[in-house]
């Protein structure tokens, strides 16, 4: 076996390593890792008006894609909205989130945006 043959094999193992490592959700010492805090906005609307949320903190346990369906369902009620699309970006900062907001918000022309104050919950209170 040649030097670059064995190169080669010891690379693949170490990348096997690593890739299991990363499966078995551990840090890569046993340890379990740790949920992040998340910081999100929602937006959700048509081509008339787009309905933005503020900054949402977010527990760990949340799950976007779960928050945008409930704003979907919030805009939908509350407004009496027909809407084509919604979402919930998320950052690993509020100061990300803010920025991003900020992108999403420039992305829309000349539909209307609406700032709302919507809690990240089904009912939409606060």
Not at 19 to 46: I, L, M, P, R, V
Not at 106 to 125: K, L, N, P
């Amino acid at each position: 076996m040649t030097l670059l043959n064995k190169l080669s094999i010891a690379i693949l193992s170490l990348m096997l390593l690593c890739t299991a490592q990363s499966w078995a959700g551990t840090t890569g010492n046993g340890t379990a890792q740790q949920a992040k805090t998340q910081y999100a906005f929602c937006y959700g609307g048509n081509v008339k008006v787009v309905y933005f949320s503020q900054a949402l903190t977010l527990a760990p346990t949340v799950s976007a894609p779960n928050l945008g369906v409930a704003y979907g369902r919030y805009i939908e009620t509350t407004y009496g909205l027909g809407i084509d699309r919604q979402r919930c970006v998320t950052s690993d900062s509020s100061a990300g989130a803010a920025a991003e907001k900020q992108r999403y918000k420039g992305m829309f022309g000349t539909t209307r945006i609406v700032e709302i104050e919507w809690a990240g919950d089904s009912a939409g209170a606060h």
